[in-house]
């Protein structure tokens, strides 16, 4: 299936949890338990199954990630660099960063799973491990910086979010799965394909109900940039990394399409609990994944 093809699907069903919390079909407060379950239990199942079943053989896996890590500290720098030309206060500031940066791997996963080979599903999958903790790391450091948090940030607190967190542990369990095979037996690996089934799906759900049009108003010159960043720039820095280190075609796909997924919801939480500026940050999730599968297909279509 093509990648224009393979984003319907996805557009729709997120399109569908967006019109599922409209019209109440599902009560508010279950959507939070849903997303938990999602993130807690059904993910990590989907990581370690992928990775684990993985060959990635003529795939480049190792340039491929060192190129995803560079193209994150790549976008970083420059972000930074733009802050005196963006004049804006520091909340507004890290939510311009965060948007630049975040990308919600489960659409990527998705449309991988759909229109991309089981190796290069995996890649995606790979990827989630050396790239949330970074992501997280640089995200709190510019907010402890620039945020409007009364007091200091702990450190301890963010380090063991980090290391426990779900998608990471998936990550690591798929890569030791490939490493020691009797981590796979059949039972499972079955249970494992089961459940990850569910994962995609209620997620995506869960993405169109958090998406909230209202927070698209707020700060439009500083919308328009996070989302020129995201959705422009970053994949173009991704790409030139890519063929810097020349990856193959099938690697410069999946390094596209992490440069230019949309907004995680992720940092609009983290906004609000470290001072950024949420509004901002709702935004900019909401437009980007709108946005995303315009502009997604372009740069995957410039690769082939």
Same mark, same amino acid.
């Not at 500083?222 to 020349?246: D, E, Q």
């Given at each position: 299936?093509?990648?224009?093809?393979?984003?319907?699907?996805?557009?729709?069903?997120?399109?569908?949890?967006?019109?599922?919390?409209?019209?109440?079909?599902?009560?508010?407060?279950?959507?939070?338990?849903?997303?938990?379950?999602?993130?807690?239990?059904?993910?990590?199942?989907?990581?370690? #199954?992928?990775?684990?079943?993985?060959?990635?053989?003529?795939?480049?896996a190792g340039g491929v990630v060192v190129s995803a890590v560079?193209?994150?500290? /790549?976008?970083?720098?420059?972000?930074?660099?733009?802050?005196?030309?963006?004049?804006?206060?520091?909340?507004?500031?890290?939510?311009?960063?965060?948007?630049?940066?975040?990308?919600?791997?489960?659409?990527?996963?998705?449309?991988?799973?759909?229109?991309?080979?089981?190796?290069? /599903?995996?890649?995606?999958?790979?990827?989630?491990?050396?790239?949330?903790?970074?992501?997280?790391?640089?995200?709190?450091? #510019?907010?402890?910086?620039?945020?409007?948090?009364?007091?200091?940030?702990?450190?301890?607190?963010?380090?063991?979010?980090?290391?426990?967190?779900?998608?990471?542990?998936?990550?690591?369990?798929?890569?030791?799965?490939?490493?020691?095979?009797?981590?796979?037996?059949?039972?499972?690996?079955?249970?494992?394909?089961?459940?990850?089934?569910?994962?995609?799906?209620?997620?995506?759900?869960?993405i169109g109900a958090g998406l909230d049009f209202s927070a698209?108003?707020?700060?439009?010159?500083?919308?328009?940039?996070?989302?020129?960043?995201?959705?422009?720039?970053?994949? /173009?820095?991704?790409?030139?990394?890519?063929?810097?280190?020349?990856?193959?075609?099938?690697?410069?796909?999946?390094? /596209?399409?992490?440069?230019?997924?949309?907004?995680?919801?992720?940092?609009? #939480?983290?906004?609000?609990?470290?001072?950024?500026?949420?509004?901002?940050?709702?935004?900019?999730?909401? #437009?980007?994944?709108?946005?995303?599968?315009?502009?997604?297909?372009f740069w995957m279509w410039l690769v082939s």
């Amino acid at each position: 299936m093509d990648v224009f093809s393979g984003l319907i699907p996805i557009a729709a069903t997120i399109a569908l949890g967006w019109v599922v919390r409209r019209t109440g079909l599902v009560r508010l407060d279950l959507w939070a338990g849903i997303n938990k379950l999602g993130y807690l239990v059904l993910l990590p199942a989907l990581l370690f #199954v992928t990775i684990g079943q993985a060959s990635l053989e003529g795939i480049a896996a190792g340039g491929v990630v060192v190129s995803a890590v560079l193209g994150f500290l /790549a976008m970083a720098a420059l972000i930074v660099m733009l802050k005196p030309l963006l004049r804006t206060d520091g909340p507004s500031f890290t939510s311009v960063f965060q948007g630049g940066l975040r990308w919600n791997g489960f659409v990527i996963l998705a449309l991988a799973q759909v229109s991309l080979s089981v190796d290069q /599903a995996a890649l995606v999958a790979i990827i989630f491990g050396p790239t949330v903790p970074l992501i997280n790391i640089l995200c709190v450091a #510019v907010l402890s910086v620039w945020g409007a948090h009364e007091g200091d940030v702990s450190v301890s607190r963010v380090a063991l979010r980090i290391v426990t967190n779900p998608l990471i542990i998936g990550c690591a369990a798929g890569a030791a799965a490939i490493a020691l095979p009797w981590l796979q037996p059949p039972l499972v690996v079955a249970t494992g394909e089961l459940i990850g089934r569910a994962a995609l799906p209620l997620i995506l759900l869960a993405i169109g109900a958090g998406l909230d049009f209202s927070a698209i108003g707020a700060k439009p010159g500083l919308l328009s940039a996070s989302v020129v960043l995201k959705l422009l720039i970053a994949p /173009a820095v991704f790409l030139g990394i890519g063929v810097a280190f020349s990856l193959p075609p099938e690697a410069l796909v999946v390094l /596209a399409a992490i440069g230019g997924a949309p907004g995680a919801a992720s940092a609009y #939480v983290l906004a609000k609990e470290l001072g950024g500026d949420a509004e901002l940050m709702a935004g900019h999730v909401t #437009v980007t994944t709108m946005l995303a599968f315009v502009s997604l297909p372009f740069w995957m279509w410039l690769v082939s």
